[in-house]
């Protein structure tokens, strides 16, 4: 039986990966800062703990582990990320995490690392324009990511890769791009845009009038929870290293996100654009790379995922007290 660490496994996409490996037959630790919100916990054996702390992490390490996916980080939705008031904690946290894990597991002899980066690594000169962003993955430098989120996934995309040429840990860099579904974080600030939209349109009357940032015509694509798992999991069996990008090419602006969202829900809906924080105006997956290392691309349409989060959400905005802490 392989054993499996999961960094962030109190998380989204955490949670998700956790099922997949679990079905694959892993024996699964997971480990964050906090359980699961919405009870999808189905680790073997979960730690509760400040990954930032160099004795929790060495706690992980107390059995052969083969693999590690380390997914913990500080962030969030543009509300969290790009206001600028949260750039210490991003940039701190975040670091303190993948230098304890990484290091951790060369000294304990891991076999393979996973290290979830972002699409928010992308210079934003090249994205700028919403219907032309540029985002292959050898595009990264000159760097100039439009926030500190991004600067710290490079870091730390260079910190992984250092160990690989210096050590020959067996990394795997995945750069995601927008990734939603259910079990997700919807609410508080912290939400992408996608579960932010579902919310909103959940919560409005037929006819009614939701707030949108912006002028809505800031473009991006958004890739399901499960194909992400997916990506993932082909990326750790093969050879290839990374970056890769893992998202969907199938953009659209954010009004016409709303506008799907209350195509599903069934009901018209109005937005009324309002300032806020937005991140770069265009931002697209190029899966050029992907699908010629790792022979893979989406197969599921952006409705399709978004009729099952919306379902869910739904459910949560109409039953709050089922939330499980």
Same mark, same amino acid.
């Given at each position: 039986?392989?054993?499996?660490?999961?960094?962030?496994?109190?998380?989204?996409?955490?949670?998700?990966?956790?099922?997949?490996?679990?079905?694959?037959?892993?024996?699964?630790?997971?480990?964050?800062?906090?359980?699961?919100?919405?009870?999808?916990?189905?680790?073997? +054996?979960?730690?509760?703990?400040?990954?930032?702390?160099?004795?929790?992490?060495?706690?992980?390490?107390?059995?052969?582990? +083969?693999?590690?996916?380390?997914?913990?980080?500080?962030?969030?939705?543009?509300?969290?990320?790009?206001?600028?008031?949260?750039?210490?904690?991003?940039?701190?946290?975040?670091?303190?995490?993948?230098?304890?894990?990484?290091?951790?597991?060369?000294?304990?002899?891991?076999?393979?690392?996973?290290?979830?980066?972002?699409?928010?690594?992308?210079?934003?000169?090249?994205?700028? +324009?919403?219907?032309?962003?540029?985002?292959?993955?050898?595009?990264?430098?000159?760097?100039?990511?439009?926030?500190?989120?991004?600067?710290?996934?490079?870091?730390?995309?260079?910190?992984?890769?250092?160990?690989?040429?210096?050590?020959?840990?067996?990394?795997?860099?995945?750069?995601?791009?927008?990734?939603?579904?259910?079990?997700?974080?919807?609410? @508080? @600030?912290?939400?992408?845009?996608?579960?932010?939209?579902?919310?909103?349109?959940?919560?409005?009357?037929?006819?009614?009038?939701?707030?949108?940032?912006?002028?809505?015509?800031?473009?991006?694509?958004?890739?399901?929870?499960?194909?992400?798992?997916?990506?993932?999991?082909?990326?750790?069996? @093969?050879?290839?290293?990374?970056?890769?990008?893992?998202?969907?090419e199938e953009m659209l602006p954010i009004n016409d996100l709303v506008t799907l969202v209350a195509k599903?829900?069934?009901?018209?809906?109005?937005?009324?654009?309002?300032?806020?924080?937005?991140?770069?105006?265009?931002?697209?997956?190029?899966?050029?790379?992907?699908?010629?290392?790792?022979?893979?691309?989406?197969?599921?349409?952006?409705?399709?995922?978004?009729?099952?989060?919306y379902q869910w959400i739904t459910e949560q905005v109409a039953n709050p007290q089922q939330i499980v802490n």
């Open positions: 039986m392989k054993t499996a660490i999961v960094c962030g496994a109190g998380g989204f996409i955490g949670g998700h990966l956790v099922n997949r490996l679990k079905k694959e037959g892993y024996w699964v630790r997971g480990a964050d800062i906090k359980s699961n919100e919405y009870g999808n916990n189905s680790a073997d +054996d979960f730690v509760l703990g400040d990954l930032r702390n160099h004795e929790v992490c060495e706690s992980l390490f107390d059995r052969k582990i +083969d693999e590690v996916y380390q997914l913990a980080a500080d962030m969030g939705g543009a509300g969290y990320l790009f206001t600028g008031e949260n750039d210490a904690d991003v940039m701190h946290n975040s670091a303190l995490i993948n230098l304890n894990i990484l290091d951790l597991s060369r000294i304990n002899n891991v076999e393979k690392i996973f290290y979830s980066s972002s699409a928010c690594v992308y210079p934003e000169y090249n994205q700028m +324009d919403p219907e032309n962003p540029n985002c292959s993955e050898d595009t990264v430098y000159p760097a100039a990511p439009d926030s500190e989120y991004g600067w710290e996934k490079l870091f730390s995309e260079r910190l992984y890769l250092s160990y690989y040429k210096n050590w020959g840990i067996q990394i795997r860099i995945g750069r995601f791009h927008n990734i939603f579904g259910p079990q997700g974080t919807w609410e @508080g @600030g912290k939400e992408k845009v996608p579960a932010a939209v579902c919310r909103k349109v959940a919560q409005a009357e037929n006819g009614g009038l939701i707030d949108i940032w912006g002028d809505g015509k800031q473009t991006r694509s958004f890739l399901y929870v499960d194909e992400c798992v997916e990506a993932v999991r082909r990326l750790m069996i @093969g050879d290839f290293l990374g970056p890769v990008n893992i998202g969907s599903v829900a069934k009901k018209e809906i109005f937005i009324n654009h309002i300032p806020g924080p937005l991140g770069v105006r265009g931002r697209n997956s190029d899966n050029t790379l992907i699908k010629e290392k790792l022979a893979w691309a989406p197969s599921q349409s952006l409705s399709e995922g978004i009729e099952k989060t």
